[in-house]
């Protein structure tokens, strides 16, 4: 049994900052990748951002590279994401979620179907 909470989320204007915060609970994760994911109205789930345990090694998807940043804190077992110079266009419901890719697995799964684990979201909502 795995919870993922997200929180964080907010009203802010573009130019902004904000950071998403994903604590995780119940069993210990092995071969863990942990992800960030974003909805918005009528449109499919999208991936965002990605990290892997093992190495730190991270991913994100090309329309928020530069802007927002992933990380880890394994002592507190929280997932983060900083997210800068925000957009309207970065308006939606973020997730975090966590997979389990198989030993021996180089690349960092961005399809949603490869997440076992997801929470709840957090809405964000750029807008002036």
């Known amino acids: 049994q795995v919870q993922l909470v997200e929180s964080g989320g907010g009203l802010v204007q573009p130019g902004g900052s904000l950071r998403l915060s994903c604590a995780v609970s119940g069993r210990t994760l092995s071969n863990v990748v942990m992800g960030w994911f974003r909805q918005a109205p009528g449109k499919e789930r999208e991936f965002v951002a990605a990290i892997r345990r093992s190495d730190s090694v991270t991913s994100y998807t090309d329309s928020v590279k530069g802007r927002f940043t992933i990380s880890r804190d394994n002592a507190k077992n929280t997932l983060s994401l900083q997210l800068n110079s925000l957009k309207p266009e970065d308006t939606a419901v973020y997730y975090c979620?966590?997979?389990?890719?198989?030993?021996?697995?180089?690349?960092?799964?961005?399809?949603?179907?490869?997440?076992?684990?997801w929470g709840q979201g957090t809405q964000v909502t750029v807008s002036s």
């Open positions: 979620a966590a997979a389990e890719p198989l030993e021996g697995i180089l690349v960092l799964p961005r399809s949603a179907r490869a997440y076992e684990y």
